[in-house]
Structures are given as C-alpha cells and as structure tokens.
C-alpha cells in the first residue's frame, strides 16, 4: 500500500489560492489519488479524485504530474469555511483490497 | 447530511462493558467501511464489507471488534470487555463501488471509556 506524505499544517488568508502538495513515491499502477476534506467531529467528505494529468470539479482542482509520484491539490480563492484538515489518499479503487491507509492529514487554517 | 446515519452519536460507558454501534449506509451503496479515529489522527481502518461479505479486517483489531452486515444492509460494530483505549469516534462510510468509490461519511460515534 503506497504510502502518503504531507506537510501537517498550512496558513493563508481568505482570498487565496491554497497548493497542498502530497508525496507518494511508491504509487502503484493501479492506484488512483483521492482527497479528502474533515471538520472538526465531522467524517470526512470526499473532495476530488484523479489518476494523471489535472482534474477540476466545482471546489478544487488535481494536479498529477507524468511520474504520479506526488500531487498538488489547489483550492482557488480559500475562505474561512475551507479551513480544515484535508487528506491525501492512494489506493487501487477497484481491487477487493480497499484497506486504504490515511496518514495525518494537513490542517489548513484560513485567516481573515 | 450524506445519507449515512450512525447511532448512537455519543456513548459512554465504563471499562469492561460492551457497546455496539449501528450504521445506516446509502440504500443503493454495496460497501461499507468501519474506521477509528482518534483526536489529531486520520481515520484508521478496521474493516470492509462487499454486500453482507466481510472482506477485509485490520490485524490492529482485536478479537475484542466484531462487526456484521446482516442482508448487506445496515451493519453493527461490537466492542466487548472495552477498555480505555477504545475511546475514539468511530466512523462508517458506504460506496457504491462505482467508478471514483466515493466514500460518504456518517457523523460518527464518539465513545469514551471511563
């Protein structure tokens, strides 16, 4: 199972555009990047998921470079409500093995 | 509100009893997942269903953990003799197993062992 490395926490204000970078050197050919975001005594809700190059949805976007072996969440003009920890995840999404293992996440606080 | 419930929200209880706890996934959603969570962690996995089929179970989970998904539907996690370590949120969260496995979250169960 391809481990996951993230800074643990990160600042920025309001207004901003947030890059949170994860490392995930021993990625395997079946495993997709999947992100995900948890507020306080909350579970944690899925954000976005991509395989390579860039994916966007309504909240974020993904980057993947060619080597798969990190990738950048980006968050475009943060507000105070997108403070929280956010996790990166690697896993094989379609094998039977879905034990996907989450590391300590990065806690992002948004400043006025 | 994800669709996922849990109950209860809160439980506590003292060392050496046992609790269980229920989760609700999305009707249409045939996976289901159980983790632990505890305070400036991520979630740790405990276990995977497919429909009713257990497939999956973290080595970390003692004989102590048992969890059931009767008709692959709703699913149960048993804790028995707990023990002050067992204090955390526990969290379950259901997929479709469709492109993406989205997992969606239920709120959780905070349990604390006294």
């Known amino acids: 199972l391809a481990k996951t490395t993230q800074p643990i926490s990160m600042d920025s204000y309001e207004g901003q555009e947030v890059n949170i970078t994860c490392s995930h050197n021993n990625i395997a050919t079946n495993d997709y990047i999947t992100w995900y975001q948890q507020f306080p005594s909350q579970g944690p809700r899925f954000i976005i998921q991509?395989?390579?190059?860039?994916v966007t949805n309504e909240v974020a976007s993904l980057f993947i470079p060619a080597d798969r072996k990190s990738s950048t969440l980006s968050l475009p003009r943060v507000s105070l409500s997108d403070t929280a920890v956010y996790y990166c995840?690697?896993?094989?999404?379609?094998?039977?093995?879905?034990?996907?293992?989450w590391g300590l996440g990065t806690s992002l606080a948004v400043n006025p | 509100d994800t669709g996922v419930s849990q109950d209860p929200r809160h439980k506590i209880t003292k060392r050496g009893q046992n609790v269980t706890f229920r989760c609700d996934p999305i009707s249409e959603h045939n996976r289901l997942y159980w983790y632990r969570q505890t305070l400036g962690q991520g979630p740790e996995f405990l276990t995977y269903f497919q429909n009713e089929a257990q497939l999956e179970k973290s080595r970390l989970l003692s004989d102590r953990f048992s969890a059931e998904r009767p008709k692959g539907s709703f699913s149960t996690l048993e804790i028995q003799r707990t023990e002050q370590g067992d204090s955390a949120m526990y969290l379950c969260?259901?997929?479709?197993?469709?492109?993406?496995?989205?997992?969606?979250f239920g709120p959780g169960t905070r349990l604390t062992v006294t």
């Open positions: 969260a259901s997929s479709s197993g469709l492109a993406g496995d989205e997992q969606y």
């Open positions: 991509g395989y390579k190059t860039k």
């Open positions: 995840l690697v896993g094989d999404i379609a094998g039977n093995n879905r034990k996907l293992i």
